[in-house]
């Protein structure tokens, strides 16, 4: 479970946890208060993260939101009745509280997905914002608010009680909740390689919003100017899905109109390890630890 979260900027985050292994439930696009949420399964994937002590992190999309007044989107049918109330938005929010307190240690950090952006620009209202203040009073968590798009500095710290200083190892996460349709054929990996082009020293870049799920490794090389020499190393490009299923049997709504097919659904499972690496080049050798990312669906 979390050791320590601070905000360093508004959308900077620093998470630090004592050992040499730590797991991380990622996940996107919750679309919570939507009838077609399948609540079910994300239960499971966060009673799941409660027993191995993960921490959970969201990027967008956590609300709904779409059934309120003024809204072209708005359909009776895409409201659950708990929700059906003229303080509708504060409803879903002040329901969402309760539902989410068994994971008060282990839920770390929200960013803004477009939901939570338009609601706030067309309603001028802060669903996450209002969540994280009560949540964090009610159930004393230390749920933290990122942004669109993000960092999240991880340290793992590996110190021993021998040590003099506290030795730290990082790993570097971009997040962007996305943009665009993702496109039925390229499902959003152009948008990956975008990424690459104009952002540098992340170990992985995160994005959601168009409801697919993949993981895909990109290797570059640097100059270690220490050391003399090029090094290679990966860049991780992760595509976390959704938890409401649209499609159905295909026979109408919004989401079969537009002619989309079927979609995963879930996130993905992060695990990190310190490893130890002795590397050796013409007669110097370098001592280093680095941080080893193993990813699977859950």
């Known amino acids: 479970m979390i050791q320590l979260i601070e905000q360093i900027r508004p959308n900077i985050h620093l998470i630090t946890v004592k050992g040499r292994t730590c797991d991380f439930l990622l996940i996107s696009d919750l679309h919570w208060d939507n009838p077609k949420c399948g609540r079910e399964l994300l239960k499971k994937d966060l009673d799941e993260a409660v027993q191995r002590g993960a921490i959970i992190i969201v990027n967008g999309d956590f609300f709904c939101l779409m059934q309120g007044k003024g809204d072209p989107r708005r359909s009776k049918d895409e409201i659950r009745p708990e929700h059906n109330k003229g303080n509708y938005l504060q409803a879903v929010v002040e329901d969402a509280v309760d539902w989410f307190a068994p994971y008060a240690n282990n839920l770390a950090l929200i960013g803004y997905g477009n939901h939570e952006t338009g609601v706030l620009r067309h309603m001028e209202f802060d669903a996450l914002k209002y969540f994280q203040s009560i949540y964090n009073y009610k159930h004393k968590g230390n749920v933290q ?9 991880i340290n793992l710290d590996v110190s021993t009680p021998n040590d003099d200083v506290t030795r730290n190892t990082a790993f570097i996460i971009h997040y962007y909740h996305g943009s665009g349709g993702g496109g039925p054929v390229t499902k959003g990996v152009i948008q990956d390689q975008r990424m690459m082009a104009n952002t540098e020293g992340y170990d992985l870049m995160w994005q959601g919003h168009v409801h697919e799920l993949y993981h895909h490794i990109n290797m570059v090389h640097y100059y270690n100017k220490m050391h003399k020499v090029i090094r290679h190393r990966r860049v991780h490009q992760l595509r976390t899905s959704t938890y409401k299923e649209e499609f159905g049997a295909g026979e ?31 007669g110097s050798k370098s001592d280093t630890r680095l941080v080893e990312a193993k990813f699977h669906t859950t």
Not at 145 to 153: F, L, P, R, S, V
Request: aromatic share 10%; net charge positive.
């Open 252 to 282: 109408s709504g919004f989401h079969v109109e537009r002619g989309r097919g079927v979609k995963p659904l879930g996130g993905y499972w992060m695990t990190l390890k310190v490893k130890r690496m002795i590397q050796e080049d013409k």
């Open 145 to 153: 608010i990122g942004g669109y798009g993000g960092t999240i500095h």
